[in-house]
């Protein structure tokens, strides 16, 4: 180690005097005029001598000092010397692997965690100061290790150096530190490699893997029993698991003792994606929920280039339109793809195809025609009113309307999101509210409070206090109305929708703004409102006879239909009316206006909206009757045959056995009476 110093820096050392004129005359003496001991520092008029010069106590602690201030020194960017290294190193045969094949070496580093990786550059942080002694102080390479391990276990290294020490072991601990030995090892690996990425698969420690779970050789038979769409349990399944491993191990002892215990079991569950997890236990959405979907990028799409609509029960109670009875109504909304924005709505009983149409009449009627209505293929979507292709509305309007693949939500999950906010925020602004997130109890008893109400009124009696509060919590259907208009022009004008692009102030757009910033570049295709009033009216075909036809159940007449006597025609119909129908030709031509005339079914006219209420009530008539069939059978239910007769006797060979004293049966009591004298004769 080459250490120079002048008098004025050997002030303060043991050995030596005070005064600075005294330590030049004492080192003088000590260089003895020796230039290889003595000489003028550069740039200056003093001299400065070299630390042989200096007593044995004062020369270690000025080697002392010096170390420590190389070690605190900033490593600006400091390399070793590869030359010398090199040529004393062998290359290992794991480096000479990763060197023909680069992928083995991206592999390993790849694989790393953050404990090794900070492990592996606490490591060469220590190799790189080891090797900066060894270059900058002189000192040997062992001796600089064996410094550096010295003054990590006296824990007195500069405080980045020492967290470095504590980081280096892979397992720490209390009694854990620096040893030479390891060093010296990671100071061999460093100068094994020759860029980053070999030093870091090098000195980065190595850990226990868990073993894969495929590797695990009870796992199939485990899966085996836990894999059903029952949904039972992971006890459940690991009793099966315990019967069938027995059956297996029946003749083997040792592996009967070595049954895997059902906390085993929950660890190598916990290590399976939750889809491999659940493969195998539930099927259709739930099992595409888990898995990949491709987003769609709805910026691409125009304004009402896409409505996207889905019906949805409330979970409410509310007063029936028509007589007034507690039932939970059916909501229908039409958003729009692209801007989020909805732009049509109904309620109705029930999910059908006259609500669907009032939705997107409304959406029209307000903001234009689609090109394309995307919904589910539930009844009331795909209707033939709605999509039979000639007469359908959605075909005559021009509209396409592709649907979504049964058991697949998740391809309509715009609508589906807006279903779970929007009728429930609705629907808990009222007493009969009855979703997830009300109160059971409270729920239950406001219910029954209500049905009480209900048949009290039934029965003419007089309501007491409870029935009078109950029933005044029951919603009317126009207050649900209101409650409706306003829930959705709130959503529109007021919710920041945070799939929307951002505004210059940060925020997002909301459904209303964005559409109103887009509809200026935009082609909007509206409906007069003759066309709104003839579009949409349902249409169907039927056959033109002598002037009359027929549509349900009842008949309409003109003169021009005798034009088109036997062929095939449109009658198109308004749901509220049933007085007149407006019959075409297929390809749209106008014909006439029928008018409902001597009707030998009805003594007057049946609108169709009034139709689709008898079909409902048929249909839920229907239900009842079949539940009520299936209480009265539990009245006389089957009797069983606890003891079976013996039919062997029916055998081939056996027909002599039988013995049947039964009466016949006669139509007069004379051929009884001839029939009992020649029984009585025989015996």
Same mark, same amino acid.
């Given at each position: 180690?080459?250490?120079?110093?002048?008098?004025?820096?050997?002030?303060?050392?043991?050995?030596?005097?005070?005064?600075?004129?005294?330590?030049?005359?004492?080192?003088?003496?000590?260089?003895?005029? +020796?230039?290889?001991?003595?000489?003028?520092?550069?740039?200056?008029?003093?001299?400065?001598?070299?630390?042989?010069?200096?007593?044995?106590?004062?020369?270690?602690?000025?080697?002392?000092?010096?170390?420590?201030?190389?070690?605190?020194?900033?490593?600006?960017?400091?390399?070793?010397?590869?030359?010398?290294?090199?040529?004393?190193?062998?290359?290992?045969?794991?480096?000479?692997?990763?060197?023909?094949?680069?992928?083995?070496?991206?592999?390993?580093?790849?694989?790393? +965690?953050?404990?090794?990786?900070?492990?592996?550059?606490?490591?060469?942080?220590?190799?790189?100061?080891?090797?900066?002694?060894?270059?900058?102080?002189?000192?040997?390479?062992?001796?600089?290790?064996?410094?550096?391990?010295?003054?990590?276990?006296?824990?007195?290294?500069?405080?980045?150096?020492?967290?470095?020490?504590?980081?280096?072991?892979?397992?720490?601990?209390?009694?854990?530190?620096?040893?030479?030995? =390891?060093?010296?090892?990671?100071?061999?690996?460093?100068?094994?490699?020759?860029?980053?990425?070999?030093?870091?698969?090098?000195?980065?420690?190595?850990?226990?893997?868990?073993?894969?779970?495929?590797?695990?050789?009870?796992?199939?038979?485990?899966? #085996?029993?836990?894999?059903?769409?029952?949904?039972?349990?992971?006890?459940?399944?690991?009793?099966?698991?315990?019967?069938?491993?027995?059956?297996?191990?029946?003749?083997?002892?040792?592996?009967?003792?070595?049954?895997?215990?059902?906390?085993?079991?929950?660890?190598?569950?916990?290590?399976?994606?939750?889809?491999?997890?659940?493969?195998?236990?539930?099927?259709?959405?739930?099992?595409?929920?888990?898995?990949?979907?491709?987003?769609?990028?709805?910026?691409?799409?125009?304004?009402?280039?896409?409505?996207?609509?889905?019906?949805? =029960?409330?979970?409410?109670?509310?007063?029936?339109?028509?007589?007034?009875?507690?039932?939970?109504?059916?909501?229908?909304?039409?958003?729009?793809?692209?801007?989020?924005?909805?732009?049509?709505?109904?309620?109705?009983?029930?999910?059908?195809?006259? #609500?669907?149409?009032?939705?997107?009449?409304?959406?029209?009627?307000?903001?234009?025609?689609?090109?394309?209505?995307?919904?589910?293929?539930?009844?009331?979507?795909?209707?033939?009113?709605?999509?039979?292709?000639?007469?359908?509305?959605?075909?005559?309007?021009?509209?396409?309307?592709?649907?979504?693949?049964?058991?697949?939500?998740?391809?309509?999950?715009?609508?589906?999101?807006?279903?779970?906010?929007?009728?429930?925020?609705?629907?808990?602004?009222?007493?009969?509210?009855?979703?997830?997130?009300?109160?059971?109890?409270?729920?239950?008893?406001?219910?029954?409070?209500?049905?009480?109400?209900?048949?009290?009124?039934?029965?003419?009696?007089?309501?007491?206090?409870?029935?009078?509060?109950?029933?005044?919590?029951?919603?009317?259907?126009?207050?649900?109305?209101? #409650?409706?208009?306003?829930?959705?022009?709130?959503?529109?004008?007021?919710?920041?929708?945070?799939?929307?692009?951002?505004?210059?102030?940060?925020?997002?757009?909301?459904?209303?703004?964005?559409?109103?910033?887009?509809?200026?570049?935009?082609?909007?295709?509206?409906?007069?409102?003759?066309?709104?009033?003839?579009?949409?009216?349902?249409?169907?075909?039927?056959?033109?006879?002598?002037?009359?036809?027929?549509?349900?159940?009842?008949?309409?007449?003109?003169?021009?239909?005798?034009?088109?006597?036997?062929?095939?025609?449109?009658?198109?119909?308004?749901?509220?009316?049933?007085?007149?129908?407006?019959?075409?030709?297929?390809?749209?031509?106008?014909?006439?206006?029928?008018?409902?005339?001597?009707?030998?079914?009805?003594?007057?006219?049946?609108?169709?909206?009034?139709?689709?209420?008898?079909?409902?009530?048929?249909?839920?008539?229907?239900? +009842?009757?079949?539940?009520?069939?299936?209480?009265?059978?539990?009245?006389?239910?089957?009797?069983?045959?606890?003891?079976?007769?013996?039919?062997?006797?029916?055998?081939?060979?056996?027909?002599?056995?039988?013995?049947?004293?039964?009466?016949?049966?006669?139509?007069?009591?004379?051929?009884?009476?001839?029939?009992?004298?020649?029984?009585?004769?025989?015996?």
């Amino acid at each position: 180690m080459s250490i120079w110093l002048t008098a004025k820096e050997c002030a303060g050392l043991p050995g030596f005097p005070t005064m600075e004129h005294n330590i030049r005359n004492r080192l003088d003496k000590q260089s003895g005029g +020796n230039s290889a001991l003595r000489r003028r520092r550069e740039g200056s008029k003093a001299f400065e001598y070299h630390m042989d010069c200096l007593p044995e106590v004062a020369k270690q602690i000025v080697q002392e000092r010096f170390l420590n201030t190389l070690l605190t020194k900033p490593n600006n960017g400091f390399k070793h010397s590869l030359k010398t290294s090199k040529s004393a190193v062998r290359v290992t045969q794991e480096l000479d692997l990763m060197r023909k094949c680069p992928a083995i070496l991206e592999n390993k580093v790849s694989v790393l +965690n953050n404990d090794q990786r900070v492990t592996a550059d606490a490591r060469m942080a220590l190799v790189v100061e080891v090797l900066r002694l060894e270059n900058e102080a002189g000192l040997s390479r062992i001796s600089a290790i064996k410094y550096i391990t010295a003054k990590a276990q006296s824990e007195s290294l500069p405080e980045q150096l020492q967290e470095c020490v504590s980081f280096a072991n892979a397992r720490r601990g209390k009694e854990r530190t620096l040893s030479v030995r =390891s060093l010296n090892g990671w100071v061999l690996d460093y100068l094994r490699g020759k860029d980053a990425a070999e030093r870091l698969a090098l000195l980065a420690p190595g850990y226990n893997k868990a073993k894969p779970v495929e590797n695990i050789r009870w796992m199939p038979m485990f899966m #085996a029993n836990y894999r059903t769409t029952h949904g039972i349990t992971v006890a459940e399944a690991y009793e099966g698991f315990c019967l069938d491993w027995q059956q297996q191990y029946a003749d083997q002892p040792a592996m009967l003792q070595a049954i895997p215990s059902i906390h085993a079991v929950h660890r190598a569950l916990n290590k399976l994606p939750k889809l491999v997890r659940q493969r195998g236990r539930v099927t259709g959405s739930a099992l595409t929920a888990l898995q990949t979907y491709v987003k769609r990028d709805w910026s691409q799409m125009p304004v009402n280039g896409v409505w996207i609509g889905d019906g949805h =029960s409330m979970k409410m109670k509310v007063q029936h339109p028509d007589h007034g009875r507690p039932f939970t109504p059916e909501i229908t909304l039409v958003i729009d793809g692209r801007t989020r924005f909805v732009v049509g709505w109904s309620l109705s009983l029930s999910e059908n195809t006259i #609500a669907v149409a009032d939705a997107l009449r409304y959406g029209m009627e307000r903001h234009g025609v689609p090109l394309l209505y995307y919904s589910d293929n539930g009844a009331g979507e795909t209707a033939k009113l709605l999509d039979a292709p000639l007469t359908g509305i959605l075909p005559r309007l021009g509209i396409e309307h592709p649907t979504g693949i049964p058991g697949n939500p998740q391809a309509r999950g715009i609508i589906e999101r807006l279903n779970k906010e929007i009728p429930a925020r609705i629907a808990r602004k009222f007493a009969t509210y009855n979703g997830k997130l009300a109160d059971r109890e409270t729920a239950r008893i406001t219910s029954r409070a209500i049905d009480s109400a209900v048949n009290a009124i039934n029965q003419n009696k007089p309501l007491n206090n409870v029935q009078q509060n109950a029933l005044a919590k029951l919603p009317s259907w126009n207050q649900l109305l209101d #409650a409706m208009e306003i829930e959705i022009e709130s959503y529109n004008t007021q919710h920041r929708h945070s799939e929307l692009p951002q505004r210059e102030d940060g925020k997002h757009f909301t459904p209303a703004e964005y559409r109103e910033s887009l509809l200026p570049e935009a082609e909007i295709d509206r409906l007069s409102v003759v066309e709104l009033r003839d579009m949409f009216r349902p249409q169907v075909t039927r056959i033109a006879q002598r002037g009359w036809v027929k549509l349900f159940n009842n008949d309409y007449f003109s003169e021009d239909l005798i034009q088109v006597d036997g062929k095939e025609v449109a009658v198109a119909f308004d749901i509220h009316s049933a007085e007149s129908v407006t019959v075409r030709h297929i390809d749209g031509t106008f014909i006439c206006t029928a008018i409902w005339n001597g009707n030998t079914r009805a003594a007057f006219p049946v609108e169709y909206i009034e139709k689709v209420k008898k079909d409902r009530h048929t249909r839920r008539m229907g239900l +009842n009757e079949r539940k009520a069939e299936e209480i009265n059978a539990e009245l006389n239910p089957v009797r069983t045959i606890e003891h079976a007769p013996d039919f062997g006797a029916l055998l081939q060979g056996q027909s002599e056995k039988i013995i049947d004293d039964r009466e016949p049966m006669f139509l007069f009591e004379s051929e009884r009476e001839e029939y009992l004298s020649k029984k009585n004769k025989a015996v």
